[in-house]
């Protein structure tokens, strides 16, 4: 983040805004057919960037303006029924399935062939047959020797890495490490079995590109997930106070008092602290758990930061209060029925923590 | 890689300050993160000073909860307006936060309190 803010209140060097023109005009005529609306949203976008408040580096310059450009282009689209009929391929996590013939048709074809070029040569050659070539499912079913569910299962997976890939291209974002598009794919899919293998969360808290993709993906932020899961990104001191709202929730549909609500929400509420102060960034994760027939919350808090060198004597009184912790740690631990701290220095910090209707 | 996400202003507080008399009555109206906190602290300090204030009397009643960063905040705002020449009363910490805040094992003196609005402008001695 700091690095891109360097330059202060700088204007843009004329001419590095000049050389942008040719790459907005290229990402805005990729979307839109009329010449007169491209030059339009190109002004506009040009208009966007000079008045940003954050200064860009150069280098990230030709990136962060086509970002801005797909900005200006979708807020076109909405006031456009026609256009807005074709920009649902990023918006539909859903099961619905994209006409990826008509994407085919359209503007932006430069990008779904980028897209499909990524894809395993399988799963372009369905994607085609069905979508291109109008196959169904039993007559592909019986040409592959499976079965039409199978077929349709192998089609909503190969569409699902057509639309990580295709975001990729259109934004020009070469991922940072091998494990980017498994995780990318198994979020788009929303496969949780393939996401926990590769601890699709934990990648998400490394990997800054990743996790803004996947905010694009889908909407992330203090949505439950379909396993019950309720999941609050933490980077700055809002999210505490969502996080314990979230926290409380929870604990209300447990059927939790709430006396024992609070006491949730307040350990929540100091171990998300944490999280702003001492890492990066990280994640609060609450759900419902059973045990021997008893209702439970358990709350996982984990961050990316620079971990604690030795977790027994940072839960002592005192110590924390030395070190600017406050009674963040043991304060939520003694608000808890199980507290469990685990942290690899240098790598991060987790915490769980449950609390059990009696 | 970069969003176009401006840097947020700073949103006004969900809360009010009112002079009453020698006294500075604040109402919290909704939860409030760390840095509305620190900067509702500010505000106040600044008012004692400015007004010649002699009573701040703060109604956390819309609070939920008030963990060990809110009371150490508010404890810190009552001492500094002493040292300033103002008295400080937090009224209307619900039943389940004050537990709560003993559970917390928070030792640090939290100031005067009082039940209610009415008791607390009756301590501040309006
Ligand atoms: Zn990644």
Redesign the interface.
């Known amino acids: 983040m700091a690095s891109?803010a360097v330059r202060g209140d700088q204007p843009y060097d004329e001419r590095v805004v000049v050389e942008l023109v040719p790459v907005l005009r290229r990402v805005v005529g990729a979307r839109i057919k009329d010449p007169h609306t491209v030059e339009d949203l190109v002004q506009e976008t040009l208009a966007?960037l000079m008045s940003?408040?954050?200064r860009?580096d150069p280098d990230?310059l030709h990136?962060?303006a086509a970002?801005?450009a797909r900005?200006v282009v979708a807020t076109y689209a909405e006031r456009n029924d026609r256009a807005r009929n074709r920009s649902h391929l990023l918006a539909d996590p859903s099961d619905a399935p994209p006409p990826t013939e008509d994407l085919l048709l359209q503007e932006d074809r430069e990008f779904v062939a980028a897209a499909l070029e990524r894809l395993s040569a399988e799963d372009r050659d369905l994607l085609v047959a069905h979508e291109v070539q109008g196959q169904d499912t039993t007559t592909m079913a019986a040409e592959l020797g499976s079965t039409p569910g199978a077929v349709a299962a192998r089609l909503s997976r190969a569409r699902a890495s057509l639309r990580v890939e295709y975001l990729l291209a259109a934004?020009a974002?070469d991922p940072p490490s091998d494990r980017c598009r498994p995780v990318l794919r198994a979020l788009s899919s929303s496969d949780r079995r393939r996401q926990r293998e590769l601890d699709a969360s934990g990648h998400l808290l490394e990997c800054?590109?990743c996790s803004?993709l996947a905010d694009r993906l889908f909407e992330r932020r203090g949505q439950p997930a379909e396993d019950g899961v309720v999941r609050v990104p933490v980077s700055r001191?809002?999210d505490?106070?969502t996080a314990?709202?979230q926290g409380?929730e929870v604990a209300a549909r447990a059927g939790f008092s709430?006396?024992a609500?609070?006491?949730v929400?307040?350990a929540i509420?100091?171990i998300s602290?944490n999280i702003?102060k001492f890492a990066d960034r990280g994640e609060v994760a609450i759900s419902l758990v059973t045990e021997d027939g008893r209702q439970g919350v358990r709350v996982v808090a984990r961050d990316v930061g620079p971990g604690i060198a030795d977790p027994d004597v940072a839960l002592r009184?005192g110590y924390s209060t030395y070190h600017g912790l406050?009674?963040?740690l043991?304060?939520a631990k003694?608000?808890m029925d199980r507290f469990h701290l685990s942290s690899v220095p240098g790598e991060g910090t987790t915490v769980t923590m449950e609390k059990w209707l009696t | 890689?970069?969003?176009?996400v401006?840097?947020a202003p700073h949103v006004p507080l969900p809360a009010s300050i009112l002079s009453q008399g020698p006294n500075l009555i604040v109402s919290i109206h909704a939860?409030?993160?760390?840095?509305?906190l620190e900067r509702l602290q500010r505000d106040l300090l600044e008012r004692v000073g400015r007004d010649r204030c002699r009573g701040i009397l703060i109604d956390v009643a819309a609070l939920?909860?008030?963990?060990?960063?809110a009371a150490?905040t508010l404890a810190d705002l009552a001492y500094m307006a002493q040292l300033r020449g103002a008295r400080t009363v937090v009224v209307g910490i619900?039943?389940?936060?004050a537990?709560?805040l003993v559970?917390?094992?928070?030792r640090i003196p939290l100031t005067q309190t009082a039940l209610d609005l009415e008791e607390g402008l009756e301590w501040l001695g309006t």
């Not at chain 2, 559970?103 to 928070?106: E, H, P, Q, T």
């Open positions: 891109e966007r940003s408040s954050r860009v990230k990136q962060y970002v801005t900005h934004e974002i800054e590109t803004q001191d809002a505490v106070v314990r709202q409380r709430t006396s609500q609070t006491l929400a307040t509420s100091e602290r702003v009184d406050g009674l963040g043991p304060g003694r608000l | 890689m970069p969003t176009d401006p840097t939860a409030l993160d760390d840095e509305q939920d909860v008030l963990d060990s960063f150490r619900a039943p389940d936060v537990m709560t559970r917390l094992g928070v």
